[in-house]
């Protein structure tokens, strides 16, 4: 019962009781005139002992399933771009070896690379190519924001395992990665810290026309 209903209610019994009162009052003098009984009093109303609780009080449980699951998904993203970051970096560190004839000495003259494959790779490894700091580090952002739905609340989630990554590329690599894929990996904090910017400005902006239109209806 709401707090208005109960103050009502509380109001109606005290203005009953005056009455009867009242009522018991006149009742007791008709008697002694002689003119009544007791058997013409009316019934006499007796208060509910009903306790009145509170249906606005809620118990709040916590749902341990959908915690654990959303648990779950957060590992799930961060092990996926860990995984794309680590091919993307190795395939760019091969490619990288290929154009600059590094594979043969690095395979110890094992596998000999020709020379239109080594110009494909110089080709890819260029500003604007596939392998190249710009577009790698695009698809690493992109799969990052494809993973969150563009979630600006797991920004740092994704930066987090996107350095787990480039580590793990490290290690599979066996020491440390071509300059370029350092070039790529300072490209893709550059793009981390654009997109956080930008949540922030747009949060901002979408508080401030909140505001605005607070203010415009109170007026």
Known sequence: MSVNGVTGATSTYDAYQTSQSTAS??????????????????????????????STKKTYTQNTDLVNKMKA???????????????????????????????????????????????????????????????????????AKALTGGDPDKIEEMRAAFEKGYKQAEKTWGGKLPEISKQTYDAVLEKFDKWAEEAAQAKTSTEAAAEASTTTNTN
Do not use: C, H, M
Request: aromatic share 6%; charged share 30%; hydrophobic share 30%.
């Open 73 to 143: 998904d957060a590992e799930n993203r961060q092990k996926q771009l860990q995984s794309i970051v680590e091919k993307l970096l190795g395939q760019q560190g091969q490619t990288y070896n290929i154009a600059n004839d590094l594979w043969s000495i690095l395979s110890g003259g094992k596998l000999e690379v020709d020379e239109a494959t080594r110009l494909q790779a110089q080709k890819d490894i260029a500003e604007d190519g596939y392998w190249g700091v710009k577009q790698t580090s695009d698809r690493i952002l992109d799969f």
């Open 25 to 54: 009052k006149a009742e007791e003098n008709v008697t002694n005139n002689g003119t009544s009984t007791a058997e013409d009093k009316g019934v006499v109303y007796e208060p509910s002992n009903e306790k009145v609780t509170d």
